[in-house]
């Protein structure tokens, strides 16, 4: 898996009794938008809680932007940025205090804290809302903003979980626009999903996971050939 930004190799994980993830095998390109697919309870969002160290690795090896998970987390983390399932943002903080407030906890100095909000804001079209409180934002908005943040510390990697969950068609529309645009500045993209409509747009390659398990890995044409109609 040389020239690989992320490699995981025979990862298993388990909750109790129930193995949530049953020994899968992939890598991710660097450069490329590349997709977890499969239905709720399918193991996508352990996998992507590995991968971010937010869940510690019980068996398999798992290396992120070069770094293992295991023995060099804080340097992971240092090289991505996630955007949550859930909002995770603080509803009585303005748009430009959430961007403000991440740049300083990374430690990164005024001035380029100052120029990244800036360009963040022009990218996600919130220019006009850096004095309104989150509270306020409409749920597109916030999950904009949200992208904005995973973003701040320019990360190699951006890991986005179930990004379009619960929004309108347009605004998913909208959504996949600022993803296309942030990897086409050179940021390597991970998404998880379960709406196939969406695995097909914006991925290079995708990895189908059932039950824990992953199915068939390669281009959106790739698994329409190799699924038929299923796809």
Known sequence: MNGSIIEVRDLEHWFGEFKAVDGITFSVREGEIFSLLGPNGAGKSTTI????????LQKGEVRVAGYDVAREAEAVRQSIGIVFQELT???DMTVREILEFHGRLYGM???ERRRRIGELLRLVELEGKRDTLTKHLSGGMKRRLEIARG?????????LDEPTLGLDPQTRL???DYIEQVNREGTTIFLTTHYMDEADHLSDRISLIDRGRIVVTGSPLE???ALGEDM
């Open 151 to 159: 973003l701040m510390t320019r990360p190699r990697i951006l890991f």
């Open 109 to 111: 100095p005024r001035e």
């Open 49 to 56: 809680n590995v991968l971010t160290t937010l869940l510690p």
């Open 89 to 91: 943002l603080d509803r």
């Open 174 to 176: 909208r959504t996949w």
């Open 223 to 225: 698994l329409k050939n």
